[in-house]
């Protein structure tokens, strides 16, 4: 009679390994489709249009649709992707169940993939783009869904395991995920809009632009501050963050993604400026630390990047500040969209990416500590180079300029191979020494 309660104890742990190993492959799935989509159809595309347009002197010969797939690839195929896999596998550590939605994960990594990969062919190519653009909006739409249901169905359904008060980084991440599908949604019915009365793959340039701050500030910004708020005092040694004056900050960046929406820049560019200053001091970014940062398998330059990110957070602020009053060819415009999706979300993921991904992808170690400080200090050279030549350039105060920028790409895009490089080491040699 004593060995039932041992067989049930020996198959619930069965059970939770089965879990995670399911929720680790999955991860792995998103992360390395995330970085294929980061690699070639983002940063290589990326290269090649800066190459084009320094050649022409100008943005206007570049195509629309081009500049909008690049876009595409790079906020919700790399980005998006890294976010879905770690989404899912944040399941596996929710005490309320212990099943894991295997099929909707894989059949989600598999539309998500698709949608993105169709998207990014009907806007480069041009080929069958009204059959394209709306399908690969429908795929995405449909795949973000099953990841919010299987989300909200893991719930604990106890409620006596359910906290009193949820912790601000849980309701920014929750209220990012929201902004994710309307961001879907919103995408969906614009490609089905563009394919049924458009003339070309291209979304109109205001409406793009539109789009490209929902994603940027309403899903990527507050995602990042709900994260650094669970993460950085545990791998950082930061002070715990402020709760209210966070959850402020998010206020005023959605009230500036409104503002956009509702064409009132200037108004937006203050909201945005205010919102990043708030969430600095509300996650006391540049305090000193209270305890020591931890480490072990990273670059020991682990907080000073942490802390350079929001350097380039505020600089993009300020430009876009500068580009409302100053901006005539859009090269303020693309310098303060090169700091913040580059300089701060880039760099965050660059630094974080390193610290986190090998353990969610089976308990790993980085394979080179090395690689991560170099990829890290490549990627936020480049952006300083972009940063400055973009406006020197773009708005005629320095011709010389345009011929140092494709510099600035080569130097980022050396940057992402070499952290491409590491996770996949990392990945593919489990028990390799690292370097």
Known sequence: MSSAPHTEEQRANSTRIAMEQHSQWLVTAFIASGMLFMLLPGTFLGVWNLIGISQQHTLSTLSPAWLQAHGQAQVFGWIGSFILGIGFYSLTKM????TFPVRAGWTSWGLWTLGIALRWIGGVTGWQWRILLPLSGALELTAFLLFFRSVRRHRPADPAQRPLRRETWMVLVMAATVAFLVAMIVNFAALTHLALYGDSPALPHVFDQQ???LAVWGVLVPTIWGFN??????????????????LVAYGLSVAGVLAVFAEWLPIAAVLFLFAALLAIDALHVWEPAVQPAKLLHVHKTFPLFIRLTYVWLVVSCVLDALAVLYDHAGGIWGASRHALTVGFIAGMVFVIGQRILPAFCGMRILWSTRLMF???LLLHVGCALRVTLEPLA????????WKLLPYSAFVELTAVVLFALNIVETLLHAGRQPL
């Open 211 to 213: 789009l490209v701050v």
């Open 229 to 246: 708020a669970r993460w950085l005092p545990v791998f950082a040694g930061f002070k715990k963050p402020q709760g209210v004056r966070l």
């Open 394 to 401: 773009y708005e005629s105060y320095w011709k010389f300029a």
């Open 374 to 376: 170099w990829s890290l």
């Open 95 to 98: 005490q309320s169940t212990l």
